[in-house]
């Protein structure tokens, strides 16, 4: 459309999980683009940063959780 608006056809919408309002991240790969729901995309780009951060902080149990949120709450 003349706004740059398109519309996604009802089966691929339900594919992708979106619906009404949501909002899609177009990911350009030299002549082909895919549709994705931004909402998806950001968490698989957050998780892929955040790999091995948990290993890093010597955070992989959730009791090294617990400790840490303890700590974090006693300083407060």
């Known amino acids: ?44 780009v957050l998780q892929k940063e955040m790999k091995g951060a948990a290993k890093e902080a010597n955070l992989e149990t959730e009791d090294a959780v617990m400790a840490l949120i303890k700590e974090i709450r006693n300083e407060g």
Do not use: C, H, W
Not at 7 to 34: A, C, H, M, W, Y
């Open 1 to 44: 459309m003349s706004k740059g608006q398109v519309t996604i056809p009802k089966d691929v919408r339900e594919r992708l999980g979106i619906s009404s309002g949501d909002r899609v991240t177009f990911i350009v790969d030299g002549k082909n683009v895919r549709i994705v729901n931004s909402a998806v995309y950001a968490m698989e």
